[in-house]
């Protein structure tokens, strides 16, 4: 977030951000006509399993089919909100507390959450299995990795207070992990804030037996939409039937990843081939996520607004932001397919 925030103070190099996501193409459906529309699709990271409904929609033709041509791109170095703010990608990847920081103040960066990629957060701690940090008071005295974030700082504070915990007494250790399961068996950090979806399933499959404890189970406040696909205001203000039917076409392609986790893992490594040395995590965390993509919402993409606006207010609350933020910004399910 911080390096988000220094992108917002610098929107004068977005032309050449821009140009850098454009040449690191990830794939494109190509289809002609005088009717096809273009659009430009930022990841948030290296293509996973967050991203697999993508590449079904433009494997199996979906996007095709809509008339659209869709070119998936990797981010820039202030990540996809900046690129999709300037309109040099209509739309893309990012998450409910990454968005918050642009749209406070008096010139918000135009960008809205149209789709929440998963229904519930399932982000949380973990940690070497005994070693006391399966609840959250049980990481006083223990080494964390932390980004030292305050947004992270005061989440992991009101967790750990709520169980009887203090925060003041965790050893923070500024994060270095790339692989979280060499960090545990090394000892380098005894927890670590990951989403189970990739990190926690990596755990399982290397077999290193884990305590774990997700942040929603303790608070309903921190059960916010991450991640989520998000969209240019003016793009959705100009162009609102297409927008539809990208996400029509989007929704087609996870809810086959839904329906069909095995086929979604390889049509994901036939589009990155640099997964398929990691094929068995892959295919397991793609069957965890066939359960969390729409879980109980009544459609793929779904957001409650009173789950969005808890966690904005949590926010305001806690004085987390440069100013106050609406509750009720950044988000809409106007674009989504009828359920």
Known sequence: MKRFLTVLLTLALVLSLAACGADQTSQTTVVSGDDVKDITFVLDWTPNT???????????????????????????????????????????????????PGLVGDDPL???????????????????????????????????????????????????????????QVELIPS?????????????????????????????????????????????????????VIANKDYLASEPETAKAFLAALSRGYEYAIENPKEAADILMDAAPELQSNAELVYASQEYLAEQYTADAARWGEMDADRWSAFYSWLNENHLLDGEIDPMAGFTNDYLPEA
């Open 50 to 100: 967050n991203h697999t409904g993508l590449y079904v929609a433009l494997a199996n033709g979906y996007f095709a089919e809509a008339g659209l041509n869709v070119e998936v791109v990797q981010p820039p170095e202030g990540g996809a909100e900046v690129l999709v703010g300037s309109g040099k990608a209509q739309f893309g990847v990012s998450f409910q507390d990454y968005i918050a």
């Open 110 to 168: 135009p960008i809205t959450s149209v789709a929440a990629i998963i229904q519930h957060n399932t982000s949380g701690i973990v940690s070497r299995k005994g070693e006391g940090m399966d609840r959250p008071a049980g990481l006083a005295g223990h080494k964390y990795a932390t980004w030292d974030l305050p947004v992270e700082k005061a989440t992991i504070a009101q967790v750990m207070a709520a169980d009887g915990g203090d925060f003041s």
């Open 176 to 228: 270095t992990v790339t692989d979280e399961v060499s960090a545990l068996k090394s000892n380098s950090v005894d927890a670590i804030w990951i989403f189970y979806a990739w990190a926690g399933i990596a755990c399982e499959v290397a077999g290193l037996e884990t305590d774990y404890f997700a942040f929603a189970d303790i608070d309903p406040v921190f059960d916010f939409y991450s991640p989520v």
